[in-house]
């Protein structure tokens, strides 16, 4: 069996966080056609649950990056948590820096403020209200993931090389969006996600086909049979994928389902 493996937040929604009755329809074509469908997010569980029934999906999906494999009931098979030292040491690299600090643990969000432009859309993404607060050192022994959001790209560039510098081969250390810096367990990344997910579903890797968005999807790209890129993304990314559909906010998802996957089968 096929299967498909799609980004969700500028690749299966658009740009309101909203999956369209267009692409409801496109996923339920695919599988109507025995091909497989799964989804794989650096949202929370929380985020991706209402996805699940909007699609009626019970496979195995990846939060997290991959770093959490659970079911639609909820049910966890595997957990993948960022190592308490790398956690610490990050936090003491971003210590000086303007940047909001997000810790998600247990399903649960924690923020470092209340404002800042990018908390409605995390709320959307999270499906959550952030717990408030100022010290979050008793999370870093069991954090899923630490995002530290900013607008000025130089300084998140610059926290990304030291904390790669300083942890690259202990963790995931990615921007999954020009403001967010994502810092994951090693495991945690969609190459070794989009593998656990085939795994899980009995789909050889090479019968996969990866749709995305950003950098952190390049890393599914590499190890998919086939990959796709959305007509939002940018051209670094849209140049290591096979095919290029349209943006998000053009139903890029049921572009790509009815004339790269669907289309090719006729």
């Not at 971003?94 to 969000?109: E, G, H, I, M, N």
Request: hydrophobic share 45%; aromatic share 6%.
């Amino acid at each position: 069996m096929t299967l498909v493996v799609c980004d969700v937040d500028g690749t299966l929604v658009d740009k309101d966080k909203k999956l369209t009755p267009a692409t409801i329809a496109a996923v339920g074509r695919l599988r109507a056609a025995g091909i497989g469908f799964t989804i794989i997010s650096a949202r929370p569980m929380s985020g991706i649950r209402p996805i699940l029934d909007a699609l009626d999906l019970d496979v195995p999906v990846g939060a997290f990056n991959g770093g959490i494999v659970f079911g639609r009931d909820g049910s966890v098979a595997q957990r993948e948590t960022v190592p308490a030292e790398v956690a610490r040491g990050v936090f003491e690299i971003a210590k000086d820096a303007s940047v909001d600090r997000w810790v998600f643990a247990d399903d649960v969000w924690y923020a470092s403020s209340t404002d800042g432009p990018h908390l409605p859309s995390e709320r959307l993404a999270s499906n959550q209200e952030p717990v408030i607060r100022d010290d979050f050192d008793d999370l870093l022994d069991c954090a899923d993931k630490i995002t530290f959001v900013s607008d000025d790209e130089a300084l998140l560039r610059e926290l990304t090389k030291q904390a790669e510098a300083r942890f690259g081969e202990a963790a995931t250390i990615v921007q999954s969006q020009t403001y967010y810096l994502d810092v994951t367990a090693k495991a945690a990344n969609k190459g070794d996600g989009i593998a656990a997910l085939a795994d899980a579903i009995g789909t050889p890797l090479d019968r996969t086909i990866a749709i995305g968005d950003q950098a952190n999807d390049l890393a599914m790209f590499a190890r998919a049979g086939r990959s796709i890129a959305m007509g939002n993304a940018a051209e670094a990314v849209k140049a290591k994928a096979g095919d290029v559909t349209r943006g998000n906010d053009a139903d890029g998802v049921v572009y790509a389902i009815d004339h790269f996957i669907l289309g090719r089968m006729m």
